[in-house]
């Protein structure tokens, strides 16, 4: 079950739909059989950025900021708080500080 789409990405000049995967725990964003996607477990109101996963047809794109942003803008606009288990995002937030509000103490 797919949930709704929370964003896009252009890869190899194609649009294609970031979304919110509740039944595999996903931010996925699919690219022909290929899945980049952020594991996430989600237990309102906190949202546990778990694991990212790009594979390696697919690295250099930058899929893996892009899931990180729309996973962080998803949190933001439903007020959910973010624990950052992933190494990957950890270090995304520390690049781009307009996340760290959403961030557990």
Not at 34 to 49: D, G, K, M, T, Y
Request: charged share 25%; hydrophobic share 45%.
């Amino acid at each position: 079950m797919i949930d709704e789409q929370i964003g896009e990405a252009v890869v190899d000049g194609a649009p294609r739909p970031i979304r919110i995967n509740t039944q595999s725990h996903h931010v996925e964003l699919w690219v022909g059989a290929e899945e980049a996607f952020i594991l996430f477990r989600l237990r309102e109101p906190i949202l546990s950025l778990i694991h990212t996963e790009v594979p390696a047809a697919l690295k250099g794109k930058g899929l893996a900021d892009t899931l990180a942003r729309a996973a962080l803008d998803y949190a933001r606009a439903h007020s959910l708080r973010v624990k950052v288990i992933c190494p990957f995002v950890a270090k995304f937030i520390a690049r781009h500080p307009e996340y760290q509000d959403l961030t557990e103490a």
